[in-house]
């Protein structure tokens, strides 16, 4: 693919589904390419005329995720009329739920999307991430699922915020040669700690990207290789006096150190939604 092409990605909800299928197809064709069209919220026959018209005039790719019966019906005839590549990305998989678990769908859009106590759960665990980010409050130690430790740029606020979603309390403490960490860090149950390490040359590689994202010059203190090994030092002689678990998050993305935090925690009895 060489030149940009357009997606109308068309939902009577939000369109989060569809989005994500969109980009994750696009992905495997370079995704810079890929314009992302949305229509979110369709509800009527006028809604989709639009939609067929402009998809029509750009010569795009309609990718929907249509629960109300009219409108997918409606959808279908006039795409086939107009010559229109569009996709369904759920009603297939709600054909293969009817067939194999005898159900009938409700057919009701936006039902993800309903308030319901999983969701105010997560709300919640964001809020206290936020809250107890980089150590701000110690005392919400005693009240986390899991606490994160580590030196600066180790991911330990992305993971904090990944893991919220996923209705757990994390916390995270900065590891800092000239800062003793908290009391409290000593007092919770260490079988919630989670060290994070990394390489240094991976460490030097980051900080140096960040000052420089900052107009700051690379020679600095805080991405000196000498200051790096001392401060992986003494987060190792830290994590070793808490006897917790140690993840080398070097070249892994946050959901795949992610995944290695929650397979700890169902060891240890953590609840995670899933």
Same mark, same amino acid.
């Given at each position: 693919?060489?030149?940009?092409?357009?997606?109308?990605?068309?939902?009577?909800?939000? =369109?989060? +589904? /569809?989005?994500?299928?969109?980009? /994750?197809?696009?992905?495997?064709?370079?995704?810079?390419?890929?314009?992302?069209?949305? #229509?979110?919220?369709?509800?009527?026959?006028?809604? &989709?005329?639009?939609?067929?018209?402009?998809?029509?005039?750009?010569?795009?790719?309609?990718?929907?995720?249509?629960?109300?019966?009219?409108?997918?019906?409606?959808?279908?005839?006039?795409?086939?009329?107009?010559?229109? &590549?569009?996709?369904?990305? *759920?009603?297939?998989?709600?054909? /293969?739920? *009817?067939?194999?678990?005898?159900?009938?769908?409700? $057919?009701?859009?936006?039902?993800?999307?309903?308030?319901?106590?999983?969701?105010?759960? @997560?709300?919640? %665990?964001?809020?206290?991430?936020?809250?107890?980010?980089?150590?701000?409050?110690?005392?919400?130690?005693?009240?986390?699922?899991?606490?994160?430790? =580590?030196?600066?740029?180790?991911?330990?606020?992305?993971?904090?915020?990944?893991? %919220?979603?996923?209705?757990?309390?994390?916390?995270?403490?900065?590891?800092?040669?000239?800062?003793?960490?908290?009391?409290?860090?000593?007092?919770?149950?260490?079988?919630?700690?989670?060290?994070?390490?990394?390489?240094?040359?991976?460490?030097? !590689?980051?900080?140096?990207? @960040?000052?420089?994202?900052?107009?700051?010059?690379?020679?600095?203190?805080?991405? #000196?290789?000498?200051?790096?090994? !001392?401060?992986?030092?003494?987060?190792?002689?830290?994590?070793?006096?808490? $006897?917790?678990?140690?993840?080398?998050?070097? #070249?892994?993305?946050?959901?795949? +150190? %992610?995944?290695?935090?929650? /397979?700890?925690?169902?060891?240890?009895?953590?609840?995670?939604? !899933?």
């Amino acid at each position: 693919m060489n030149k940009r092409k357009t997606v109308y990605v068309v939902s009577d909800s939000v =369109g989060e +589904t /569809a989005e994500l299928t969109v980009k /994750a197809v696009a992905a495997q064709f370079n995704g810079g390419y890929v314009e992302i069209q949305h #229509n979110s919220y369709v509800q009527k026959i006028e809604d &989709i005329e639009d939609i067929i018209t402009s998809s029509k005039e750009s010569d795009s790719i309609i990718a929907y995720t249509i629960v109300i019966p009219f409108l997918k019906k409606y959808l279908d005839q006039r795409v086939r009329e107009e010559g229109i &590549i569009a996709v369904d990305l *759920i009603n297939p998989l709600m054909e /293969a739920f *009817i067939q194999k678990f005898k159900g009938d769908p409700k $057919c009701e859009p936006g039902l993800m999307r309903k308030l319901d106590a999983n969701y105010f759960r @997560r709300v919640k %665990a964001i809020e206290f991430a936020v809250k107890n980010d980089d150590g701000r409050d110690p005392k919400g130690l005693t009240r986390a699922d899991i606490v994160l430790i =580590g030196i600066s740029r180790t991911s330990k606020t992305p993971l904090s915020i990944y893991l %919220a979603h996923k209705g757990l309390n994390v916390a995270n403490i900065p590891l800092v040669p000239e800062v003793a960490p908290p009391d409290e860090l000593f007092e919770i149950r260490r079988s919630i700690c989670v060290g994070l390490v990394i390489t240094p040359d991976k460490l030097n !590689e980051i900080r140096r990207e @960040r000052l420089k994202s900052l107009g700051l010059t690379s020679q600095a203190n805080y991405a #000196n290789l000498d200051r790096i090994l !001392e401060e992986l030092d003494y987060a190792e002689k830290i994590m070793k006096r808490l $006897c917790c678990p140690i993840i080398d998050v070097s #070249n892994k993305a946050v959901e795949e +150190t %992610a995944d290695l935090i929650l /397979a700890l925690l169902k060891k240890r009895g953590v609840g995670v939604d !899933e």
